[in-house]
């Protein structure tokens, strides 16, 4: 994948995380009534049309459907193949599995970033500490650093998430960040120490240069490269982590949508094609475009 497909797909992936709400809900995104025009009103399907009125016009969302409630009146279609009613079918509770695709987006989306946020900041602390701080320490943190990090991130997340037991959105992240943020700070601690013994840095230091200057100037902006490749292998690594977690009962608790629930029921239900290619395509794909982007060679400079 090439870097401008990769930030075309993410930026797809953004937008749908980001207007979820309006892509996909059974509420209007605007409405006219007897009590005047509404933005994104609170009654929803059904008990809007009866409000609107003979004057009345509301502006529904492209997938007129709710990704997490399951209906309770009317008729409940359960796994059913895709329609014009349902672009990409129902799951097993009826819910319109397109929609609940889109707000799966926002959820890999917000553990992708918390992950890669919390182990980007974590890994330049301990970086940060094991560069500058006593040389007697450097080699017992980075041995303990090294241990954190060659532990296969997958298999310590599957067991630290069954051990904790709670599998909210941030506990997820936490698991996922803590291997990768002992990965990423050996990586920028050697960079940080390389460049700190660079003799333009020495240069420095011998012409006054306070050590808060030479490391805000000097030495910082040499692993920002490395800091931003390290956050989106964290980033693809948690997408991947979710599906899989989701997948074996262990990611974000039910009804959040989620790429890896649909996976889930898709084995649950002899494979649907409507629940596991979707999801599978776009965690997929989502991972590969980081992976593409973090793995891509550096633009030359002109």
């Known amino acids: 994948m090439t870097r401008r497909l990769a930030l075309a797909w993410l930026a797809l992936i953004a937008l749908a995380a980001l207007a979820a709400d309006l892509l996909a809900s059974d509420r209007a995104i605007v409405a006219r009534t007897d009590a005047g025009l509404t933005w994104r009103p609170a009654a929803r399907g059904d008990a809007l049309r009866a409000r609107l009125g003979p004057d009345g016009w509301a502006v529904w969302p492209p997938i007129v459907a709710d990704p997490i409630a399951v209906r309770t009146d009317g008729e409940l279609v359960i796994l059913a193949a895709p329609s014009a009613r349902h672009r990409l079918g129902t799951d097993d509770r009826g819910r319109d599995v397109a929609a609940r695709l889109i707000h799966g987006a926002r959820t890999s989306a917000a553990l992708g970033a918390g992950a890669a946020g919390l182990a980007t900041l974590l890994g330049l602390g301990l970086a940060l500490g094991i560069a500058l701080g006593p040389g007697r320490l450097r080699s017992p943190a980075l041995a303990l650093c090294d241990a954190v990090a060659s532990a296969p991130a997958l298999l310590v997340t599957l067991a630290a998430a069954a051990l904790v037991g709670h599998r909210g959105l941030v506990a997820l992240a936490v698991l996922i960040a803590v291997p990768r943020g002992a990965d990423t700070a050996r990586l920028i601690a050697a960079q ?105 060679p550096p633009r030359a400079s002109r």
């Open 192 to 296: 940080l120490t390389a460049e700190l013994a660079a003799p333009y840095v020495v240069a420095a230091r011998g012409l006054g240069a306070s050590p808060a200057r030479v490391l805000v100037r000097h030495a910082l902006p040499a692993v920002w490269p490395a800091l931003a490749i390290a956050a989106a292998l964290t980033a693809a690594t948690a997408v991947l982590s979710e599906a899989a977690l989701s997948f074996l009962g262990l990611g974000p608790p039910p009804p959040t949508p989620s790429w890896g629930e649909l996976l889930a029921q898709a084995t649950q239900h002899e494979l649907r094609w409507w629940l596991s290619v979707p999801a599978g395509l776009a965690a997929t794909l989502t991972a590969a475009a980081l992976f593409a982007l973090a793995l891509a």
